[in-house]
């Protein structure tokens, strides 16, 4: 049983900066994949930035170099460092889990923290 816990959501004005947490509550393997969605109002969930085994990241095109990831594996943790942020980041941003266990992928998701980007 694998538990995520989200933070560092709130409201700020655009051009502004914020940093998301991710804690795992429970066991976390070298090959998890962590990674950051989010899902807008009237929108799909989608992906924002990913970090794997060796740190290889993987970003969405749409941050244009705005978004971090990073990883604290010492700490369980995930953060997300966003800069430069615009309205249309407005979202809820989810953190996830992947572990991959014998060919299966298997998938741990937190409660979401709500993002708020004022004109």
């Known amino acids: 049983q694998v538990q995520l816990v989200e933070s560092g959501g709130g409201l700020v004005q655009a051009g502004g900066s914020l940093r998301l947490s991710c804690t795992v509550s429970?066991?976390?393997?070298?090959?998890?994949?962590m990674g950051w969605y989010r899902q807008a109002a009237g929108n799909q969930r989608e992906l924002v930035a990913s970090?794997?085994?060796?740190?290889?990241?993987n970003y969405a095109e749409f941050l244009k170099g705005r978004f971090t990831i990073s990883r604290d594996n010492a700490k369980k943790t995930t953060f997300l460092q966003m800069s430069s942020l615009k309205p249309d980041d407005t979202a809820v941003y989810y953190c996830?889990?992947?572990?991959?266990?014998?060919?299966?992928?298997?998938?741990?998701w937190g409660q979401g923290t709500l993002v708020t980007v004022s004109s």
């Open positions: 996830n889990l992947k572990r991959t266990i014998f060919g299966k992928i298997y998938d741990a």
């Open positions: 429970g066991s976390i393997a070298v090959a998890d994949v």
């Open positions: 970090i794997g085994p060796g740190g290889i990241t």
